[in-house]
Each structure stands twice: as structure tokens, then as C-alpha cells.
């Protein structure tokens, strides 16, 4: 009896930048017999994908007439079936929730969130006829108080609420949702232009501390895009479990990985919100700040109250 092979998965992946957690998926979902379509904005930058044997496409996810020739492109490609979906294209987002400029955050807001919805929504049929898996890149930042970042946490906040429905919605047709929480990965997303702290920001005096918070992702406890793209790889292709056991083994509903992500999942589990609270809160200088900010102020009622004497 002949032994028929099984046709080849394919994964899409968006964001697949050098030097960024996408462009690390595609090597290690293609060491492992996949069929990689990388994307990016300027695919150009994919050349090095290609010449490894890869299949490289335009793509804004940003912009429905991008999603929707991505799409035709991707059906033709594999005759109208998709394996994985893997929704990693991101934007950081640190500034002070008081300093934020609300056209900066719709941008944020427009690749974080609205993007995964767009491309979940357009490759629903691909994904349906290959009962696949789509794997939705959040961050730790959705469950953490992650200072000077409220932004980016409201954006993978939503991300991990959306992924959860989602994950209901979808489970009818046998495709399964897995949410990827990571925690602190080397990668070129915090190498781009930094916003700056407004002169007249209420944060001026703990400036050091923002400007810390700025490289934070690529300074703590950082895991290389490379380790962290091959524990992702492992588990989106592990096998099949019943939902109770998802969290110890096969594959998972939540994916936590990357520096601080074990540290913060058994935090939560143990102590709740509390202790994670209160690190963030001293770790980026807020136990400080409000130090100054009592000091200024009895600084001035003492004054007042000495004018108040001088004048009577």
C-alpha cells in the first residue's frame, strides 16, 4: 500500500520585518516542513526570506484594499485554504497617559487592534476550509499596569478580549485561537523613533525613568526573537488536547513566553493584581515622583501660610 504524503501547512504571517519577532517565525515555521508566506509593507525588505525559499507579499494591515489583494494573492497560492494565521504586526506606543496625542493613538490603535480584526475577518474562509489555527501576537502589557504605556496596554488589552470571543466564535468551524502573551523579546520594534517627554509634562522629574521605560523591552530580562520564535513554532504545531489541559501540555490556548512572562504568570496566579501593581509602580519610579509631588506641595502651603503671616 502507497503512502500519501500530507499536503504541506502553510502559515501567513504579518510583520515580517528583519531583525523583528515575524521575520524569526517564518525561519523557524519553515525549519519544520511549513510553507511560510512572509509580509510586510516594503517587500523588499523580504529579500533574504525569498532567497531561502519563502514566499514574500505586500501587506498594510492598516489598509482594507491591502488585506483583500493579500488575500486573493494567498488563495491562489494555496487553492483558498489557510493553515495558520499568525497576527504578529505591532506598533509600541510609550508615553505618559496625560502627554498622549490622540492621533498618535488611533495609529496605535489601527494596526494593534483593528488590523488582527481586519485580516481575522478576511481570511475567516480560508481559515474555516483549512480548520486552522490563528495565532494572535498580545503582550504581557494587556495584564500589566506597564507605566507609560497605557496606550499600548489598551491596545493588546483588546487584542486579548477580541482573541477570547473570538476563540467561541470560531471553535464551531474547528478553527482554534491561541493568544501569545509575551514578555520582554529582542526585537526592532523599540529601535525606531522614541516620542519624547513635553517640557511642560507633569513627568519631568522623574524623566530618567521614562527614558528607561523607552528601551525597557530590549534591556530586561530580554529573550532573543530566535528562542522565542521557536517556542511559539513548537506549540502552534503540537498536538491536539482536550481545553482543560491546554495551560500544561499540547497546544495551548495562551502562550506565555519571553523575559518576565513565567515570573508574571505565577505572580498573578498567587498573589492577583496586587504584586504586580506595586512592582510596576516602584520599578518605574512612581513611589518617587509622588515623593516630589508631596514635597512640593507642603513646600507650598508652608509658603502660603508665611505670607499669610507677613500680611497680617
Known amino acids: 500500500m502507497t503512502n500519501i504524503p500530507a499536503p504541506q501547512k502553510t502559515v501567513l504571517i504579518t510583520g515580517c520585518t ?14 519544520r516542513g511549513l510553507r511560510v508566506i512572509a509580509t510586510a509593507r516594503n517587500v523588499d525588505v523580504l529579500s533574504d526570506l525569498t532567497q531561502q525559499g519563502m514566499e514574500a507579499l ?3 494591515v492598516t489598509s482594507k484594499e491591502s488585506i ?3 488575500h486573493e494573492a494567498v488563495g491562489k ?3 483558498g485554504q489557510l493553515d495558520i494565521l499568525v497576527n ?4 509600541t506606543h510609550t508615553h505618559p497617559a496625560l502627554d498622549l496625542d490622540m492621533d498618535d493613538v488611533r495609529q496605535t490603535f489601527e494596526t494593534n487592534v483593528f488590523g488582527v480584526m481586519a485580516m481575522v475577518a478576511a481570511f475567516g474562509d480560508q481559515l474555516i476550509a483549512a480548520k486552522g489555527l490563528v495565532i494572535n501576537v498580545a503582550s504581557l502589557a494587556a495584564v500589566t499596569p506597564y507605566v507609560f504605556g497605557s496606550a499600548y496596554c489598551a491596545s493588546k488589552g483588546a487584542v486579548v478580549s477580541y482573541s477570547r470571543t473570538l476563540r467561541q466564535e470560531l471553535a464551531p468551524f474547528g478553527v482554534r485561537v491561541m493568544v501569545c502573551m509575551a514578555g520582554t523579546v529582542k526585537s526592532n520594534i523599540a529601535s525606531r523613533g522614541h516620542r519624547s517627554l513635553p517640557e511642560r509634562s507633569v513627568y519631568q522629574p522623574i524623566r530618567d525613568a521614562f527614558e528607561r521605560r523607552l528601551v525597557f523591552s530590549q534591556t530586561q530580562d530580554s529573550m ?15 498536538p491536539e488536547v482536550w481545553w482543560f489541559l491546554r495551560a500544561w501540555v499540547g497546544r495551548p490556548d495562551w502562550f506565555w513566553r519571553g523575559g518576565m512572562a513565567s515570573l508574571q504568570w ?3 496566579l498567587l498573589t492577583g493584581e496586587w504584586l504586580v501593581d506595586y512592582t510596576s509602580w516602584r520599578m518605574f519610579g512612581l513611589d518617587k515622583l509622588q515623593s ?13 501660610e508665611d505670607s499669610k503671616a507677613k500680611a497680617q
Open 18 to 31: 528583519p531583525g523583528g519577532i515575524g521575520h524569526a517565525l517564518c525561519i523557524e515555521f519553515q525549519k
Open 58 to 60: 505586500p501587506l498594510d
Open 68 to 70: 483583500a489583494s493579500c
Open 77 to 79: 497560492l494555496t487553492g
Open 88 to 91: 504578529n504586526a505591532g506598533r
Open 224 to 238: 532573543s526573537t530566535e528562542e522565542f520564535a521557536s517556542a511559539m513554532a513548537d506549540k502552534a504545531l503540537a
Open 266 to 268: 505565577w505572580a498573578m
Open 292 to 304: 516630589i509631588v508631596q514635597q512640593d506641595a507642603a513646600a507650598q502651603s508652608s509658603n502660603a
